[in-house]
């Protein structure tokens, strides 16, 4: 039996009050990366002190295929928008719905989901946003259904793929699931839970989504640099292509983005690297690095693997019990709290109890895919969420329509239930797709 200890008890107090920092940042308004850096360096003092930690052992818990894959994404992104290829996406589907709201809804989530297979949500719905906004105004129709229908779903799309939510990568690269595993794995899930969101979206929004479009949508929108944006979608084709394969290459995700953008910069040669760089957006990076050195050294405390031990019992007698408590929780925890810190937490407790033999193959599923769905439970169950609100916000201060912003209580009518739906679908897919979830010799 392990026994507690100081450095247990020293590691624990310093990530709880990392933790509750990180979780409160909307009342404190003290940025999250922070409390994240200022964890990291008190983490590594204390276990210098009590001998469980060192630098350079906070430098080697550090995930730098995340890292460096999160940053190449950010790159390759800032290029593609700079095209204008995606406002001409956004118009094109506009102009297709026909004066449909249900169909317009329904081209545009599905357009959403799509692109955040391969972009993270937040990137997704940073694109869209703005344009939903300036198509709804166009018909002169109510953007709230759209705008949240944009959140939902790029939160439930970036379930699918290894890339598709940061969580995903850090999934992935601890518990060396590739790409296509992944992509396997989640996509039947994610795609019941997307029918059963535009199902719900269809019967929560009947008032709004069957007003009819007083004004045809007809404009066109040009691109800004067409050559680019389609020699963009070459190179992403190409990433997919090397991402379903990197497992038998050797190649980790880091290298299939690196190579890439560096693809995409050689055939693009007026792309300047100083401008695209600009925007990568270094407070996350640092808010990952500080946060895999604060939970290497819980780890490193041993306090996780006593976690650990306290659930083997539960994870081998009942595997699929264990696996919807984990969904379930790790959704709900996500509604209220930032997935992330929760997901970097679990995270060495079920790699500990792989290592040890269990086989946790269908917790990691579990864990993606409550991290994933219990995002649309509340305005900041992710971050995506927390920018459609802020807009929604803007642009009723703007127009003077108070009814346009997406309130808590109205996330809570509509957001919520979608959330439920989703993980009863998903709590129905472990239960009779166990077997499938299942990986031997995980």
């Avoid at 780890?299 to 693997?305: I, P």
């Avoid at 033999?357 to 895919?369: E, Q, T």
Wanted: glycine content about 10%; proline content about 4%.
């Amino acid at each position: 039996m392990i026994g507690f200890t100081t450095s247990m008890m020293m590691s624990g107090v310093i990530l709880c009050a990392t933790f509750i920092g990180i979780f409160t940042e909307h009342f404190h308004g003290i940025e999250r990366a922070k409390f994240a850096m200022a964890g990291a360096g008190s983490i590594i003092i204390a276990g210098q002190i009590f001998g469980f930690y060192s630098p350079e052992l906070a430098l080697e818990s550090i995930d730098w295929n995340v890292v460096f894959l999160l940053a190449i994404m950010m790159v390759i992104v800032s290029i593609m928008i700079s095209t204008g290829g995606f406002e001409h996406l956004a118009h094109y589907l506009a102009k297709l719905s026909g004066g449909s709201q249900f169909k317009l809804l329904a081209l545009l989530g599905t357009a959403v989901t799509v692109i955040s297979l391969l972009l993270d949500n937040v990137t997704t719905v940073i694109i869209f946003g703005p344009l939903i906004i300036m198509i709804c105004r166009s018909i002169d129709v109510s953007p709230i259904p759209y705008l949240l229908a944009a959140a939902l779903l790029s939160d439930t799309g970036g379930v699918a793929t290894l890339v598709g939510d940061p969580p995903n990568l850090m999934i992935g690269s601890a518990a060396g699931i590739d790409f296509n595993t992944f992509f396997q794995h989640m996509g039947p899930p994610v795609f019941l839970a997307w029918v059963g969101i535009l199902i719900a979206m269809k019967f929560l929004f009947a008032k709004e989504l069957g007003a009819k479009v007083k004004h045809q949508f007809d404009q066109i929108v040009e691109y800004r640099n067409k050559l680019l944006w389609h020699k963009s979608l070459f190179v992403m084709l190409v990433m997919v292509v090397l991402f379903v394969v990197h497992h038998h290459i050797g190649w980790q995700p880091w290298l299939v983005a690196g190579a890439c953008l560096t693809l995409l910069i050689f055939i693009s040669r007026q792309v300047e690297l100083e401008q695209v760089t600009t925007q990568i957006e270094v407070p996350l990076l640092i808010f990952f690095i500080s946060l895999f050195i604060v939970i290497g050294g819980v780890e490193k405390s041993g306090l996780l693997h006593l976690v650990g031990e306290n659930f083997k019992p539960i994870i081998i007698e009942h595997p699929v019990m264990a696996a919807l408590l984990l969904l379930w929780v790790a959704a709900i925890l996500s509604a209220l709290i930032d997935n992330i810190p929760f997901t970097a937490a679990m995270i060495p407790v079920l790699a500990g109890l792989q290592g040890d033999g269990v086989n946790v193959s269908v917790m990691w599923w579990a864990l993606a895919m409550g991290v994933g769905m219990g995002g649309n439970g509340s305005h900041i169950g992710s971050t995506a969420n927390v920018y459609i609100v802020t807009i929604s916000e803007r642009l009723a201060r703007e127009t003077g329509r108070p009814e346009l912003a997406i309130t808590p209580g109205m996330w809570f009518k509509k957001g919520t239930p979608i959330m439920l739906v989703t993980l009863v679908i998903c709590s129905l897919f472990i239960w009779f797709g166990y077997d499938f979830l299942y990986i031997s010799n995980s």
